[in-house]
């Protein structure tokens, strides 16, 4: 049988195993420890960061749809200008040919009125030698 020193030397070596297993869980546990405490701070960024991309979203949800309604408002008032300006160039035709009618007959006028100028001024350069021989005849100047 064994002795009483051989089970003690037996429980010595089975208690020295079990304090290094006991530091290798103590340091296991640390790790782990240390490993939730990442996990934990990393699934914190990725929650932050999956509600700044939600807020964005929205934000662009927003302004899309916000965008959507102007632009349909810029139509209709685009619609209303055109339909606006159609009526008033129908209305203004009239008037802007009447002008043009005015304007050509002006021309006319003037050019006209060149002409007649023009001709006046050919008889009296033509006549000035006649004019100026019968103006001294009158008076008596020769």
Do not use: C, F
């Amino acid at each position: 049988m064994t002795s009483n020193d051989d089970i003690l030397r037996a429980l010595g070596r089975v208690e020295g195993r079990l304090t290094g297993i006991e530091a290798s869980v103590s340091l296991i546990r640390e790790d782990l420890g240390d490993e939730k405490d990442n996990a934990r701070e990393s699934r914190s960024v990725i929650h932050r960061r999956l509600d700044e991309q939600a807020k964005q979203i929205s934000h662009l949800d927003t302004t899309a749809a916000i965008t959507g309604g102007v632009d349909a408002q810029i139509r209709e008032e685009i619609k209303s200008l055109k339909e606006t300006v159609n009526q008033n160039h129908d209305a203004v035709t009239p008037a802007l040919d009447e002008w043009k009618r005015l304007k050509t007959l002006g021309v006319g006028i003037s050019g006209l009125i060149a002409l007649a100028g023009l001709t006046i001024g050919g008889m009296v350069a033509y006549a000035s030698d006649g004019a100026v021989a019968w103006v001294r005849h009158w008076l008596k100047i020769n």
